[in-house]
């Protein structure tokens, strides 16, 4: 005999109560669901770009600010560039050049991708790494001795030959500090064009070396050039010389002597190339290092100074993901981008699953459009109730935060190939186009094709421990305060 459900009457007298209690349920529910965002606290107002005081150029900007570690390593610290003059900056003009500069070093490095495409007991030392806002450059510089003399670098991992500017100079620009001059060093040797090192060069380069005559005169010196694509360029020829790196001294290390440059490097030297080619300091430094280096980015604070560190440093906090295998890109380092996180909630995209560039030398991050469109819509569904304005440059997601003191905004984690991951700093998920926070816009930008290859920039890797393991062909990432 089949059962009937039976329903008692409701209460009408009880309905208010009823609904009043469904309705804090519902807003449970929601409360639950926010607060299991992952969000972070930015203070807006306190930062490099309105300055309280004049510009000094700190001290340490040119000196090594060695910083102890184990008994058979040192550390040099490491600035961000902008943050080693004594200029007065116009810091909103300033951060709008950025952009547009930044986007022609990326437009540069595809174009280096795709015309790759079509053809074929290890002691540990570290080196401050400073941040270069004031030496006018949004990237990064250390100081090392070269011949006994302090040269401040820009870091770049997206370069292979290290270079400084000499005496006799045709044509230089302005830098802190005098230039080099190998007359005056009893170690500095030069690269003759008939040379393995020269042969290396042209392999590694792609460089002709130059190795030809005029005029009736042999050409003996190993001739160089090197494009950056955004109209800044080193010429010279090769030599080597004893470089100083903390408390690690390597001789015969072959680098660029400038004699006409030009471009975009502020006040510094030169620039370091810590690329994968035979002529990179890491290649050259092999035996020595055993090929792996480190630094941890600090933010843009004021003193605030990272770290270069060369050779292993046994961390235990460090998860790995193997570097991406790619003939064709050699001297890059590419990562098997696998996912990301906005707040908490994971994304989708078909991009995922392939190769993106990490490097130091490049500020914003470019995703494939796929990517970006799902990580712009997260974003603003999470961060939400404040005033929108139009994009500027390769920035497209842009408010007006004048009015506000601190802002929550939702974490934002990139995840690579076995599980490695990195959280996104929170100095590096907004960039300020306008000083007064009248125009401060998502940190990332969108490549203009699906096909194009992804780079993680230097603004969204601040404050990690980021290593580079090129022999066992790994890289690693792991949390740290690299701004104290």
Partial sequence: MSKKASFLPLNLSLAPFLLVVLLCLMLCVVDVALSAQEKKILSLHNNIWSPKKPNVPSSSCFSHNLVKGRESSTTLGMKHRELCSGKTIDWGKKLRRALTL????VQSLQLRIKASSTTESISETQIPLTSGVKLETLNYIVT??????????????????????????????????PLYDPSVSSSYKTVFCNSSTCENLVAATSNPGRCGGSNG?????????????????????????????????????VFGCGRSNKGLFGGASGLMGLGRSSVSLITQTMKTFNGVFSYCLPSLEDGASGSLSFGDKNSTSVCYTPLVQNPQLRSFYIL????????????ESPSFGRGIIIDSGTVITRLPPSIYKAVKTEF?????????????????????????????IPTIKMIFQGNAELEVDVTGVFYYVNPDASL???????LSYENEVGIIGNYQQKNQRVVYDTKQEKLGIARENCST
Wanted: proline share 2%; net charge negative; hydrophobic share 30%.
């Fill in 336 to 347: 098997n981008l696998t996912g990301a996180s906005i707040g908490g909630v994971e994304l």
């Fill in 102 to 105: 930044d986007n022609i070093r």
């Fill in 440 to 446: 401060v816009c998502l940190a990332l930008a969108s």
């Fill in 217 to 253: 005169l042999e050409k003996t010196t190993c001739d160089y050039v090197v494009s950056y694509g955004d109209g800044s360029y080193t010429r010279g020829d090769l030599g080597s010389e004893s470089i100083q790196l903390g408390d690690t001294k390597v001789e015969n290390f």
């Fill in 380 to 408: 603003l569904k999470q961060f939400t109730g404040f005033p929108s304005v139009p994009g500027y440059s390769i920035l497209d997601t842009c408010f007006n935060l004048t009015s506000y003191q601190d802002v929550s």
């Fill in 144 to 177: 090392v001795e070269l011949g006994g003399k302090n040269m401040t670098l820009i870091v770049d991992t997206g370069s292979d030959l290290t270079w400084v500017q000499c005496q006799p100079c045709k044509s230089c620009y302005n830098q802190q500090g």
